[in-house]
């Protein structure tokens, strides 16, 4: 599997990309990408489960860089194409975070790069994305960001 340069272009999140703020899909940028499409996980270790999803998104056509701002909705136009799943808030798209006062909390950002489109369904939750990933998978790369309050 070859490497994908994954990078946020922050180490502690702004309040737009928190739950205290815009609670905006924050912009991912990717270099070395040589994969037809992409798949893209927001992980909270601090939540309970050490792989506890905060986003799910794939069918991303390749680009140099993710946008920001997915809407929350299961499958999207804009600002580029995609399907989302909900995550483990049970909710569908982003959920940016909001550790407890005092506390610090990681964000890991995991990209994947993709050989094809996914046999999922919109609104899948990740257990059904990473299944539909196996044999898909070309790169992978991870980046990661702090939120404190």
Not at 20 to 32: E, K, M, Q
Not at 63 to 79: G, L, R, V, W
Not at 104 to 126: E, M, Q, S
Not at 133 to 149: I, P, S
Request: proline share 11%; net charge negative.
């Amino acid at each position: 599997m070859e490497k994908l340069t994954v990078t946020l272009g922050f180490l502690e999140f702004p309040p737009t990309h928190t739950g205290d703020g815009g609670n905006l899909s924050p912009p991912i940028r990717l270099a070395n990408l040589k994969s037809p499409y992409l798949a893209v996980f927001a992980l909270n270790p601090f939540e309970p489960g050490c792989s506890f999803c905060a986003w799910v998104a794939w069918d991303i056509p390749a680009t140099h860089q993710i946008p920001a701002a997915f809407p929350q909705e299961h499958t999207i136009t804009a600002p580029v194409q995609a399907k989302q799943g909900r995550n483990d808030y049970n909710e569908i798209g982003y959920r940016g975070p909001a550790p407890p006062t005092g506390e610090t909390h990681r964000y890991i950002f995991k990209v994947y790069g993709l050989d094809a489109l996914l046999d999922c369904p919109p609104g899948a939750n990740k257990h059904a994305v990473i299944d539909a990933m196996k044999g898909h998978v070309l790169q992978f790369g991870q980046t990661e960001a702090l939120c404190q309050r």
